[in-house]
């Protein structure tokens, strides 16, 4: 048997990555419809509360950024990746791409890689009004921080995504990631500060990872958390757990 | 160099249940190279199944699957052959240019986007978006994604599924233009003239198994039976007992016979029945081929009613 031709130069294996994640660019770009309220969401949010409700208060400006930041960040994963596999299960292209000589790994990396753009663009914004508009005192050095904390803190809710995705086929999946984001999202804290919530939801909040990456944020805008060690640990054993369930599911059943 | 008759992708006694549905049941298949083989079958049958294993897509329960030597899962066997599957939905936004560079990244050593495009009659439509082409454009822009990446073997899921007689026509060259280049090609149709038009060789399926594997002719003579329709005053129930009738039932006001000896039914019919009127003789196509091939067993007693 001819065996040379099965040889695949690791150039052309990277250009496979890059061509898939250019492809999954160009397609959100060219879909404003799934872009817009993502990207628009928190940032309305944050001109209402952070801006025209606030009375130039600093401290509340800086920690609705952080706040608003973690809620904008989690969406580009839940729904990139979430929606669109739950999709392309229904539409069969994923049965076509697993067919074809597709490296899987670029299929998810051109899926994170798009989620971590939309949510740094997401980050930029906030900070953006929160700069301009809002005149939070914020260094280089914070800033930075924080876009660092929304391109990665993104990951998590990738994975959690890519695990709904392997349970819902097609439409019935931007229902049930809704149904997970916004309670999640006010349970851990990010539309209310918890002080204001009961003592039980207060104890609970640990277990939404949102409440880590939350805790991340209000760190890089500066207000005193502790140590963050814990809360990054619990985020990647959060990413972990949920890559490894979805991996088992999609291996079973495609 | 050429190697004739080598193996490029093989079941051999391989069985895949779903829950209590036996998919497969113990079939055996072998594609040689620069083959064209059409797998045959009414739905159910097991078509789809034999093609999800061979592309990796499922494993079997029992038995081998090769494909180029290797388990399908492996990537390296994929980088061998090109997949256009019956119900996969590309991605509506991205030009037709776009998705052919996109699949031709996976290959080693891929066609050209021009080219590819050429070879499948799209060239022209390179900078439309996919969701905005008709129906038959997108089947061609799917075959063109087939080809690109310069496979050895192509799997063809009912290629022309749903296509106006030109549109398949298009198709079908140039799918035979592969052919003639020495591409071996696995072909599913529900259309009987795409595997007669295409196929060296024909598997029909019923069950999870093949029941009649070889050459279209071969397929046509071993169902050598003929159709014979008149009025007659003749009852149905004493023609079902001539010896030479394998078959009786009326259609509409006249009766349908099916038979091996056509010659001598004709001649005993028109001696027993002087007023006998409206004869007509016809060679089964392949399509009755077919049907008398995936019959059930037991047929249930003068069903056939229709048309």
Same mark, same amino acid.
């Given at each position: ?38 990207? +628009? ?33 989690? *969406? ?10 739950? +999709? ?17 790994? *670029? ?38 921080? #924080? ?39 006010? +349970? ?27 805790? #991340? ?27 490894? #369930? *979805? ?8 | ?66 494909? =180029? ?45 021009? /080219? ?26 799917? =075959? ?10 192509? =799997? ?36 009987? /003239? ?52 394998? /078959? ?41 081929? =077919? ?13 056939? /009613?229709?048309?």
């Amino acid at each position: 048997m001819n065996t040379d031709t099965l040889v695949m130069p690791r150039g052309r294996v990277f250009g496979a990555y890059v061509e898939e994640a250019r492809s999954e660019i160009l397609r959100y770009l060219r879909n404003p419809g799934f872009l817009l309220p993502i990207i +628009l969401f928190p940032n309305v949010f944050y001109v209402m509360f952070g801006v025209l409700l606030n009375h130039s208060n600093d401290e509340a400006a800086r920690y609705m950024l952080a706040s608003y930041s973690s809620f904008g960040v989690m *969406a580009p994963g839940l729904f990139g990746f979430g929606v669109s596999l739950a +999709l392309e299960r229904d539409s069969g292209l994923l049965t076509l791409k697993r067919a074809l000589p597709m490296p899987p790994g *670029a299929y998810l990396l051109g899926k994170m890689l798009m989620a971590v753009c939309v949510a740094t663009v997401v980050g930029a914004l906030l900070l953006v009004l929160a700069l301009g508009v809002a005149h939070a005192p914020l260094g280089a050095a914070q800033v930075l921080q #924080l876009l660092c904390v929304d391109a990665l803190g993104v990951l998590p809710f990738c994975a959690l995504g890519l695990l709904v995705g392997t349970l819902l086929k097609g439409q019935g999946a931007p229902g049930l990631l809704n149904m997970i984001y916004l309670p999640m999202a006010f +349970l851990s804290g990010l539309w209310f500060p918890l002080q204001m919530m009961p003592k039980l939801l207060q104890q609970l909040a640990p277990i939404w990872p949102s409440y880590h990456l939350n805790v #991340l944020a209000q760190h890089a805008v500066g207000f005193n958390v502790g140590a963050i060690w814990p809360h990054v640990l619990v985020l990647l054993g959060f990413t972990i757990g949920f890559l490894l #369930l *979805a991996a088992r599911r999609l291996r079973r059943y495609g | 160099m050429m190697v004739l008759d080598t193996v490029l992708a093989r079941l051999r006694g391989v069985r895949k249940t779903y829950g209590t549905l036996r998919a497969l049941d113990g079939i055996d298949l072998a594609l040689r190279s620069g083959e064209v083989l059409a797998l045959l079958g009414p739905n159910g049958a097991g078509k789809t199944t034999a093609i999800s294993l061979l592309l990796g897509l499922a494993r079997a329960d029992a038995g081998t699957v090769e494909l =180029f030597g290797r388990d399908p899962q492996d990537i390296a066997a994929r980088r061998q052959i090109g997949v256009m599957l019956q119900d996969a939905q590309l991605p509506p936004t991205l030009r037709v240019g776009e998705l052919l560079r996109l699949t031709a990244s996976y290959y080693p050593n891929p066609r050209s986007v021009t /080219e590819s495009a050429e070879l499948a009659g799209v060239a022209d439509l390179l900078m439309r978006p996919y969701g905005k082409l008709s129906g038959g454009q997108q089947r061609r822009v799917q =075959f063109a994604l087939a080809l690109c990446g310069r496979p050895a073997l192509l =799997f063809l899921d009912e290629p022309t599924v749903g296509m106006d007689i030109e549109a398949r026509q298009k198709l079908w060259a140039a799918i035979r233009h592969l052919i003639a280049e020495g591409n071996a090609v696995v072909l599913t149709t529900h259309y009987l /003239e795409e595997a007669e038009a295409l196929a060296d060789r024909v598997c029909v399926m019923a069950k999870g198994r093949v029941i009649s594997e070889g050459s279209v002719d071969a397929l046509r003579a071993r169902i050598a039976l003929k159709r014979v329709w008149c009025s007659t005053q003749l009852s149905l129930a004493e023609l079902a007992t001539w010896p030479d009738v394998a /078959e009786a039932r009326s259609d509409g006001d006249r009766v349908c016979l099916s038979t091996e000896h056509v010659e001598a039914l004709v001649r005993r019919l028109l001696a027993e029945d002087m007023t006998l009127s409206s004869l007509e003789v016809r060679a089964a196509g392949l399509a009755e081929a =077919f049907t008398e091939l995936t019959r059930e067993p037991s047929p249930s007693p003068a069903s056939a /009613e229709a048309a």
